[in-house]
């Protein structure tokens, strides 16, 4: 296959490189995608059975417009793929009136015009009688929250790039890329292809393989636990919503009861960091006796016998905000990365923006505040 040359290549086919893969196929490119693992694996940040996606954006109300594309691009892709890859279940984002997660959503929801409640611990628990919060909590509940089925997506975004004419090699590690006049040459351990432009979406590899940019990017192992409920009644999806709480014990993310899942919890800032070497994928007993424990404090009755659990990797960067830029040296390269684990549900969008980036080298969507220039100008104040 040496000298392969093809308009477009895409290296990382997690969600984002599906997306992007997908993208760059549906409007006329021929694409080539590298993976370095077979098809479904579990060795990065996209597998699993679910994700969160959520409108009132507490990170930052920037978000909100592409998150709204991002609902829409997953609805054309349900459609598309003939299943259901997004489940409305409502959301609240609970903690003190202070939190960034209860400020920040109530923040992007008012300067948004998004229909909300602001609920007291009380008012929460009588909408949603399995929580169990503090007096002086409250949470802010959004209707058009739910349950991305993770598997599903980035299955039903590889299908579609392929039916468009991608052609995606998984299992084929990519060795090094470099820039080849205009182009771009990439090798892999089966071969050498040459492209006229180059999408990079490695998650946890993408310091290594944008190691000449020296981004801030830390990575994080995370464990998720799946429980059987003592009570699925009470936290079944049709009355139950996704949920994130800032609490004393942490900052936590979960999901209501689905059959063959149980409830799903995970903490989203107990940071560990590792490589994509070094992570341990076994899992103590410990850790899941600690998210047992926030289930039983908060959500008592959610947490039976545990049906399954796993590690993936956040890859973060100093302000948790993403990147998506070109390449300064070669504008025939851009890349995503840093999406600290809350990138998932953006995936459709982020896809359409890098390949908006590739072929036209500019988008229509929002996405400066998400420029690599914003961090080294942080580094230098």
Known sequence: MAGTSVDSIVIGLGVM???????????????????????????????????????????????????????????????????????????????????????GALQSAELHGLPHELLSAAEVTARFPGFSLAEDMVGVLEPRAGVLHANRCVAALLDIATQHGADLHHDEPVIRWSANGQGVRVETAAGSYLADRLVVTAGPWASELLAELTLPLQVQRVVNAHLES??????????????????????????????????????????QPCTPQTIRRDIDPAEIETLRGVLDRYLPGAAGPVMSSFTCMYTSTPDRH???????????????????????????????????LAVEGATSNDVAFLSAARLALSARG
């Not at 390449?327 to 953006?346: I, L, N």
């Open 17 to 103: 490189g599906a997306a992007s893969a997908a993208h760059l196929a549906r409007r006329g490119q021929r694409v080539l995608g590298f993976d370095a693992y077979p098809r479904g694996h579990t060795q990065g940040s996209s597998h699993g059975r679910s994700r969160i996606i959520r409108e009132a954006y507490f990170e930052a109300p920037e978000y909100v417009p592409l998150v709204q594309r991002a609902y829409k691009l997953w609805r054309e892709l349900e459609e598309a793929s003939a299943q259901t890859l997004l489940t409305t279940t409502g959301g609240l984002c609970t903690g003190s009136p202070e939190s960034s997660a209860v400020s």
């Open 230 to 271: 003592r009570r699925p009644e009470r936290f079944a999806a049709a009355r139950f919503p996704v949920f994130i709480m800032q609490v004393a014990e942490g900052h936590y993310y979960g999901m209501p009861f689905m059959p063959g899942q149980g409830v799903k919890i995970g903490r989203h800032d107990n940071i």
């Open 322 to 356: 993403f990147i998506l830029d070109r390449h300064p040296e070669h504008p025939q390269v851009v890349y995503g990365c840093g999406f600290s684990g809350h990138g998932f549900k953006f995936a459709p969008v982020i896809g359409e923006v890098l390949s908006d």
